[in-house]
């Protein structure tokens, strides 16, 4: 398997993680019968785990899509690495910036993370 495509399975991953964090340390007891009324009543950096999650649940399938489709067009695996290796750091520092409350920051890691995703995209159809 590439480092592209273990690329996917952290992005795949990454949600829940934040997930376990929203659920976890708020002082009550989480309530698997109702899940999303649980998550919608967390606050502070619970809440903003939540967020994190339910965006980084928005930004996998374009990355995964991106990944899959310069594979299959045989774009330079190195470059495919490189796009993918970004993405997963700026979508980590992503994540930290969001339970930080460092919204600034945040967004450029959200920026760096699309930017991966449309260069990849990019390059696969220029080399095609």
Known sequence: MTIAYWC???AAVMPYIFTGIAKTGTGKRYD???PR???E???G???RAHWAQLNSFEAFPAFAAAVIIAQQLSLDQQTINIYAITFIAARI???ICYLRDWAG?????WLVGFASVLG???NTAANA
């Open 8 to 10: 996917v399975f952290a």
């Open 32 to 34: 698997n019968q109702k």
């Open 37 to 39: 009324e649980f998550l």
């Open 41 to 43: 009543s967390v606050q």
């Open 45 to 47: 950096h619970q809440r």
């Open 93 to 95: 520092l992503y994540g």
């Open 105 to 109: 920051m945040r967004s450029v890691f």
């Open 120 to 122: 990849l995209f990019i």
